[in-house]
Structures are given as structure tokens and as C-alpha cells.
């Protein structure tokens, strides 16, 4: 497996917090909090994808790399695979992990360690959990939820992802955090299926793979990053961040 290569893609069209990308936090837009995270990281080189000169600049001012893409990307996959094929058309990277452009107080730790379950040569995806603490979360369909085979204390082969309570019975349930390490060849068979009928129907893009028999594993982590789609998440964030800056 050669060095990984992140790709956070980000554009400002967002309908539930316009501009999310560019808002500030603690003095710094919310992507360059989390293009910074990505570097701490220290498992690849990390590019941005974006279709909004805004955002490139700010990324660039920082001494990053950004791309532009395509402003109709239907959702941040496609945006990736246009990104993944600017960056390196030679295909020297053989794995890229996603990270999403608003989870701006993510542990670097945890981005590492999307990376581990692509070490079994079986596995085509790999992505993250966190047991859910909070009873509220386990009924809310804003929580998805990972339905996993447990393969170690720490790593779990996924069954299904559902915004329903799932499993029944007794037992932990998994908050599915969006962030996904691909091999090259997984993600390009990905890329060109076709939505699938349980995708539809749940509106979870990673069902896809599922459903065409592509295997996705989860480390199990014990911090819940926290995405920002809303003013309180947003709130939420600038606190965690300048409590952060303060220790």
C-alpha cells in the first residue's frame, strides 16, 4: 500500500448553512481547521477540492494545495474521483481517504486510523464508528447507524448502514462517521454503478457498495467528530476549537 492521499472535498452551496466552508472559527475559515487536521494526520499528502475560488485561495494562502472542480457534482464522491484524477493521473496513490470539509474538530488520530482494515487485501473500503452514548441518538435518522460484524474489539465488517435503531436487541448501536479510506480500483468500481435500490431508499450513498458485494470495514474510535450543518453545530464547534487553542 503506497502513501495515502487525502482528499477533503468542499464547495459553498450548502442549503442548511450558506458558505459553511468559508465561516470562521477562532479566526481561521472551517475548512482550513480541517485541511490543518488532515496535514496533522501525517499519512499522505493533502489536496482540496472545491468548485469555489474562495475557498482555494484561502486553502492556498495557507501553503496548501487545492483543485478546482466541477461546480455539478451531484455529491462529494464525484467531486473526489474529478479531483483524484487531477492530482494523480499516473495513479502512484493506490489509496485516498475522504474527508469531509466540515468536521472541523476532528482527531488526526482517527483519520490514521481509517486507513488500518485496507491492510487485509479483502477489504475495498474502509471507514469509522463510535458507539453511541446518547439514547436519543439511536432513534434520530440524522445518526446513521453502522449494523457490523465484530471482527476484533476495535474493528467491525459492515452489514448494513441505516438511519433506522438498528440492530434489535441488546447490545451497542454505531454512529457512522462519514469518512472513508478507498483503494483506487474500489473507488472507480464504485463510481460506476448505478444508485442502488436500498441507497435510494435510505439515502446513504455507502449502500451502494454494500449492495454490489464491495466489503467496507470500521475501526471503532472513541471520538465522535463534530460535523457542522447547522448555526448551533456551528457554535457548537467554535467552542470546542478555541477550548482547544486555550490548553
Partial sequence: MSDPLILIPARLAATRLPGKPLLDLDGAPMIVHVWRRAVEAGIGPVVVATDAPAIRDVIEAQGGIAVMTRA??????????EALEIVDPQGNHDVVVNVQGDLPTI????????????????????????????????????????????????????????????????????????????????????MALPPGTLETREKLEQLRALEAGMRIDAIIVDDLPLGVDTPADLERARAVVSARRLN
Wanted: hydrophobic residues 40%; charged residues 25%.
Fill in 107 to 190: 482527531d488526526p488520530a482517527i483519520i490514521g486510523a481509517a486507513i488500518l482494515p485496507l491492510t487485509d487485501k479483502a477489504v475495498d473500503i474502509a471507514t469509522l464508528c463510535a458507539v453511541i452514548t446518547h439514547e436519543a441518538e439511536r432513534d434520530d435518522p440524522n445518526v446513521v447507524k453502522l449494523v457490523g460484524h465484530p471482527l476484533s474489539p476495535h474493528r467491525l465488517r459492515a452489514l448494513y448502514f441505516t438511519r433506522a435503531r438498528a440492530p434489535w436487541g441488546e447490545g451497542p448501536h454505531y454512529h457512522h462517521i462519514g469518512l472513508y479510506a478507498y483503494r483506487r480500483r474500489a473507488l472507480a468500481k464504485f
Fill in 72 to 81: 455539478d457534482h451531484p455529491s462529494g464522491s464525484d467531486r473526489l474521483a
